[in-house]
C-alpha cells in the first residue's frame, strides 16, 4: 500500500478528512521550501503537493503562474525540486509528497538522465529514490498513461489526475483505469484561483464521481477560508488549497514565511476536524 493509500486509511480510521496544501517549489524564496513544508505538517497538512515550476503552464491562475516564474528565475527545476524532496525526508518518512506540474519538464529530465538500472524512467527511479509517493501530470490523458502508471506503481507511486465540473462518464471510467492514491476535482471551471466556489454544485457532483471511481476525491480550486474548507470536507475526502496559501506567503519576509502557513492551515484544519 503506497503511502497515500494508507495516510487516506488512517484518516478514515479517525473519521477525519485530508487537508492537501499546495505550494510552489522554490517559492517565495528558493530555499524555503524544505523547512515550508514540515511548518504546513505542523499546521495540520495530511498530504503536501509540490508544483514543479514550468514555463507555460496552462491550468494555472495568474497567482501561481508567478510564483512559478519567480521560482524559475531562481533557477528551480525538477532536479532541485528532487532534491528539496529529499531533505524533506532526512526528517519526515510518513507524510505523502505529490509532485504536480507538467509533462515538458519529465520528459526533459528523461531526455537528459539515465535511469540507474539502464531501463525505464530516469525520472520515476529518482522521485521515487528521493521520497514522492504521487505524481500529477495535468496534461497527460488517462487514456495514454496506462505504462507511465504501471511504472510508477512498481516503483510505490500514485498517479493522480484532475477531474472537472465538465467531465464526461467516459473520462471518469479511463481515470478510474489508471488513477491511484486520489483523483483531484477541479470545482471550477477555468484556472487556479478563479471564481466563486459553489458547494452545492460540488456535493452533486461526488455521488456521480463516486459511481466510476473507488479511490478518495478530493477537491480543490478556489478554496480560500476555513468555512469553506469545512463546508467541502462534510462531502470529500480531501479538501486543497493552493492559490491563498501563495498569495499568503507572496510578501513575507523569509524568516515568516513557515509560519504563516502554518497559522493559516492550523485555522483550516481546527475547522475540517469540527465537523
Keep these: 500500500m503506497s503511502r497515500i493509500a494508507t495516510t487516506f486509511e488512517q484518516l478514515k480510521v479517525q473519521g477525519r478528512k485530508a487537508l492537501i496544501p499546495f505550494v510552489t517549489a522554490g517559492y517565495p524564496f528558493a530555499d524555503v521550501t524544505p523547512e515550508l513544508m514540515h511548518a504546513m505538517v505542523a499546521g495540520g497538512a495530511d498530504v503536501i503537493e509540490l508544483g514543479v515550476p514550468f514555463s507555460d503552464p496552462s491550468a494555472d491562475g495568474p497567482v501561481i503562474q508567478k510564483a512559478g516564474d519567480k521560482a524559475l528565475a531562481f533557477g528551480i527545476g525538477l532536479v532541485q525540486v528532487l532534491s528539496m524532496v529529499r531533505d524533506f525526508r532526512k526528517t519526515n518518512s510518513t507524510t505523502p509528497v505529490v509532485l ?54 512498481a516503483h510505490g507511486m500514485d498517479l493522480i489526475f484532475l477531474l472537472a465540473p465538465t467531465s464526461t462518464d467516459e473520462r471518469m471510467q479511463q481515470v478510474a483505469r489508471v488513477a491511484s492514491g486520489y483523483v483531484y476535482y477541479v470545482s471550477l471551471k477555468g484556472v487556479t484561483g478563479s471564481g466563486a ?31 469553506t474548507a469545512k463546508a467541502l470536507s462534510r462531502v470529500a475526502d480531501a479538501v486543497v488549497i493552493g492559490s491563498k496559501i501563495i498569495q499568503l506567503l507572496e510578501d513575507q519576509p523569509r524568516d515568516k514565511v513557515a509560519a504563516t502557513a502554518q497559522t493559516f492551515l492550523s485555522e483550516i484544519r481546527r475547522a475540517m476536524d469540527a465537523g
Design 197 to 227: 466556489l459553489d458547494v452545492g454544485a460540488v456535493e452533486a457532483m461526488l455521488p456521480r464521481i463516486r459511481q466510476h471511481i473507488s479511490t478518495p476525491v478530493g477537491v480543490g480550486f478556489g478554496i480560500r477560508d476555513a468555512a
Design 100 to 153: 504536480m506540474g507538467y509533462a515538458n519538464p519529465v520528459e526533459r529530465y528523461d531526455q537528459k538522465h539515465t535511469a540507474s538500472s539502464g531501463k525505464g524512467s530516469a525520472f520515476v527511479q529518482d522521485a521515487a529514490a528521493a521520497g514522492v509517493d504521487g505524481i500529477l501530470i495535468v496534461d497527460y490523458p488517462p487514456e495514454e498513461c496506462e505504462a507511465f502508471a504501471l511504472e510508477l506503481r
